[in-house]
């Protein structure tokens, strides 16, 4: 097998110039800044030229993709923090990790599919859905994030204009749309059907995930009292779902278990 003899010596100086200008006039700029670093380098581990371009390219491909990312996660309102990483999976052993894996891996959102985290405050529901949302946008499938009162904000705004025209709203067009906080207030009759339009409108067309602390019995209540319409709207998110009812203790009370326990 014949094997590439390893890069000779260190190139002139002009050389180096000319080949910088090269990457830059193909718009290979990280490749650019990073020529003579990966050029010593690999004069230094004996490299052959395949495998010195191969990291040469590999740096302007990870800084492309880290870029991707960085613009991604701030066109798309997740709040920061929050990742599966951070997740304390033992203290909400009603969560199994290995669903949470499952979801992480986007299918779902690929499939048009709805994700609904139910349960009390504090016990994570915000937390998954964010990590969730920053493990798609890492997956290349744009994500929005909003706060139901910012949602219903936007939808209003909008609620003369037919959602042919709104195709190109983040909340109608993203792969993924994460709606949180939903049932802290009760909808009004006009939120109630703006909600329900833009269920069905994503339906099949786009994956939601939504976070409540509302049981699903009581979304008629929640959403104006209107059942035919909370049929409908549950109808549609539940056709092809993933519900999580997490029934755990809330991670924000536990510091204050722990003291009330210690003075037991
Ligand atoms: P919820 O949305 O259900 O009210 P959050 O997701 O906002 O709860 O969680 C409250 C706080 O506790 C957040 O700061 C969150 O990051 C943290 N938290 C909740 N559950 C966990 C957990 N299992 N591991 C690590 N941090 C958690
Ligand atoms: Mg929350």
Not at 17 to 36: E, Q, S, T, V
Not at 93 to 115: C, F, H
């Amino acid at each position: 097998m014949s094997r590439s003899s390893p890069i000779p010596t260190s190139a002139a100086p002009a050389d180096l110039d000319a080949l910088r200008a090269l990457l830059i006039g193909l718009r290979l700029d990280r490749a650019a800044a990073a020529l003579a670093a990966v050029l010593s380098d690999a004069v230094r581990d004996d490299l052959n030229p395949p495998d010195f371009l191969r990291r040469l390219l590999g740096v302007e491909s990870d800084g492309r993709e880290e870029s991707r990312i960085r613009t991604s996660l701030k066109l798309s309102g997740l709040p920061l923090g929050p990742t599966l990483a951070t997740f304390d999976f033992a203290f909400q052993p009603a969560i199994e990790r290995s669903r949470i894996e499952m979801l992480a891996t986007g299918q779902w959102i690929r499939d048009n599919q709805s994700l609904l985290l139910l349960g009390p405050p504090g016990v994570g529901k915000t937390h998954l859905a964010v990590a969730l949302g920053v493990a798609a946008v890492e997956r290349g499938l744009s994500t929005t994030y909003f706060r139901i009162e910012e949602l219903l904000h936007a939808l209003r705004h909008d609620a003369r204009t037919p959602p042919a025209h709104l195709r190109r709203r983040k909340y109608m067009n993203s792969a993924l749309l994460i709606v949180d906080e939903v049932g802290f207030e009760p909808f009004s009759r006009e939120d109630a059907n703006l909600f329900f339009r833009l269920v069905s409108y994503r339906y099949q067309r786009g994956a939601i995930c939504i976070t409540s602390n509302k049981a699903i019995r009581d979304w008629p209540e929640m959403l104006a009292g209107d059942e035919t319409l909370a049929a409908a709207i549950l109808d549609r998110l539940l056709h092809a779902s993933h519900v999580l009812a997490i029934k755990g203790r809330s991670y924000r009370l536990r510091d204050l278990e722990a003291t009330l326990a210690a003075r037991a």
